[in-house]
């Protein structure tokens, strides 16, 4: 097969995506004998659109009925088809499971069927909503909004144990803001069997220890910038009468390396900052 060929069948290919399943491709070429190139065009006719045909979808009835899948899919017989239209309404389903039921890993799994007849898309989806997720703050109250903004595994729809474990760096972050800032923080899952409901529960287990208050950030042995100016550049901040502060160990870090960053590029580097906590 030549590289021309290839490119006509990329076209094709691509028109079809569109939902031009009787597209034709034509290459048109035009030698230019002064500098010996060649110059190709390439003429589409893409034919009818299709039109979706039937729908079917399969699986998840226990959590959303099919008139609620149907219409978080977005397409139904009679509308264009294309395969962009298709992907965001599989994402949608999925996005349903996850963002409104606490299920991860769901699948929803497409097959579109071309029928050349009647130049229709039918549609067959199967749902399998994977495990229900509860997670649950122990040892210190955090609404369940703030714990699943704080919970990794429903961004990403899935559960490993790196994202519980991310999930505990968030929660102990949240602690520190909050004035405990030497909260500890661990995590438990419990993980029910398929045959007994298939969820998983994740419990942060929240030692918090005492709350303490920012009552002052000092900036000491700066003598090129002035202290204002590093004030600006910080994240950590002291209480005030209407503002509690803002402080956790990273943003401290991440103070400390923004004035190291300030120093070495004024051209002092061998700069060192420090900083304790007292």
Partial sequence: ITEMELWDQDTIDLLKTEGYFEAAVEAQYDFEEQSHLVFVTLKAAPGPKAKVGAVRIEGGEETFSREELRDALGLKTGDDFSASKLDKGVTAIRAKFTGLRGFLNTRVTPEPKYDATANTVDLDLMVQPGQFAYVEARGFNISNKKLRELAPIFEEGAVDQD??????????????????????????????????GNAIQINY????????????????????????????????????????????????????????SMYRNAGFEGTAVTATLN
């Avoid at 909260?183 to 398929?194: D, F, H, N, Q, R």
């Avoid at 220890?209 to 950030?217: A, F, R, S, T």
């Fill in 163 to 196: 994202l519980i474990e991310e999930g505990e760096a968030r929660v102990t972050r949240y602690m520190q803001q909050e004035g405990y800032f030497d909260a500890v923080v661990k995590s438990e899952l419990i993980e029910i069997p398929p045959e007994l």
């Fill in 205 to 260: 287990l929240i030692t918090p220890g005492v709350k303490h208050e920012i009552v002052d950030v000092r900036i000491e042995g700066n003598q090129y910038f002035s202290t204002d100016e590093i004030r600006r550049r910080m994240k950590s901040r002291p209480g005030e009468l209407l503002n509690r502060g803002v402080f956790s160990a990273d943003l401290l870090e991440e103070d400390r390396r923004t004035i190291e």
